[in-house]
């Protein structure tokens, strides 16, 4: 069983007798009578930094129910404060055996813990999401990315060493946009947007990134090797990042990067060399930066520069749609700052 279930930690213990007023000294505490395998419950230990949005994420890619969020469709409820995973059988439809199985098996331990369910997930996370297995497949569904329907950014920051080039299309980052009425406003994307980030090594492409935002508002993170096929870890010293429990970290973190921190300006270089934004210089409008904060407000988990660096290009001409350009520009105001 892929499934720790012995594993016992203190701070797990604490939340339990709290929530069974257990006083007791048993090394195994037996949860409230109101909770467990009877009454459909069994009750969840939240652990680390980002907790709330690592159990959405990591529950709702199990459940089998992309288009609707966990909390929605019943699977997770909060009463009073304390997390509660639901028994999927109780909700209807057709379960996930994937998170069936977790379900049953957190039954069997008293509680889920937060760590247990993320190595639960990296165990099931593929074989439960069902991705193309190929990079070919994901042009065959989307079209193959370049210009000029896909706005291209390249990047060498701190994700990884290598060059990246990201692409998205230009339709999603508009349909971002359209979302807002002013810069300061919460940049979020629609659902089947696609954000394709190519890792540049020496003898072409060796590995490509994925996010993709599912139904449930959350990304899913994915990874493709130098042929093309699916992956579950990105190379990196000194430790691999395994997909998805190791993206998670600084996407939804709140720590800042190089060189999205210094943009407009440039950035000092790193511990692997040069750190930039490869842009015009006549792209780096510190109005338009300053005022979306699109680094450091990550108001969708996105760490990049897109929606920032798609009006610079409009404000400084070069953008391929200019009566488009023209009415971004036009709506947030931006027409001064034309050359
Ligand atoms: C060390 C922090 C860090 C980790 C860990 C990390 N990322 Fe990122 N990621 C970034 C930063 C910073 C950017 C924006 C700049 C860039 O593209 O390099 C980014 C950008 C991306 C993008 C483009 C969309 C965006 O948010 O700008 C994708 C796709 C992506 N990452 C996928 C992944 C996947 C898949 C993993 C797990 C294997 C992962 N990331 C882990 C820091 C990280």
Redesign the pocket.
């Known amino acids: 069983m892929p499934f720790p279930t012995g594993i016992f930690h203190y701070g797990a213990l604490a939340s339990l007798i709290i929530i069974t007023g257990c006083t007791g000294k048993d090394a195994t505490p037996s949860v409230d009578g109101s909770l467990g395998a009877e009454s459909g419950y069994v009750p969840i230990v939240l652990e680390g930094g980002n907790a709330e949005r690592r159990l959405r994420f990591y529950v709702g890619s199990i459940s089998g129910a992309e288009a609707k969020d966990p909390v929605s469709a019943g699977l997770l409820i909060n009463r009073d404060g304390q997390w509660l995973l639901q028994d999927p059988r109780r909700i209807g439809g057709m379960p996930s055996s994937h998170l069936q199985t977790l379900f049953d098996q957190s039954v069997e331990s008293g509680f889920l813990g937060l760590d247990d369910l993320e190595d639960y997930v990296q165990e099931h996370y593929y074989a439960a999401r069902e991705f193309p297995a190929t990079l070919d497949a994901w042009q065959e569904r989307r079209g193959s990315w370049s210009e000029p329907d896909w706005f291209k950014l390249e990047?060498q920051?701190?994700?990884v060493p290598q060059r990246?080039i990201?692409w998205v299309r230009r339709a999603d980052v508009e349909a971002a946009l359209d979302g807002m009425t002013s810069l300061t406003d919460s940049i979020v994307y629609r659902q089947g947007t696609v954000?394709i980030?190519e890792h540049v090594g020496n003898g072409g492409i060796d590995e490509t990134?994925?996010?993709y935002k599912r139904g449930d508002g959350l990304w899913d993170?994915?990874?493709y090797d130098g042929e093309g096929n699916l992956t579950d870890l990105?190379r990196k010293e000194p430790r691999d990042?395994l997909?998805p429990t190791?993206?998670t970290?600084?996407?939804y973190g709140d720590r800042m990067?190089e060189p999205?921190r210094s943009f407009p300006a440039m950035a000092s270089p790193g511990p692997s060399g040069e750190r930039s934004i490869f842009v015009p210089t006549a792209w780096r409008q510190p109005s338009i930066a300053r005022q979306m904060q699109e680094h450091a407000r990550r108001s969708d988990t996105?760490?990049?520069l897109y929606a920032t660096l798609y009006l610079a290009e409009a404000v400084s001409g070069d953008s391929p749609h200019p009566a488009k350009a023209r009415a971004y520009m036009h709506k947030f105001g931006l027409d001064s700052l034309q050359p």
Do not use: D, K, N, Q
Request: positive net charge.
């Open positions: 990047v920051g701190s994700m990246r990201t954000f980030g990134t994925i996010m993170f994915l990874a990105i990042m997909i190791r993206c970290g600084c996407h990067f999205e996105v760490l990049g």
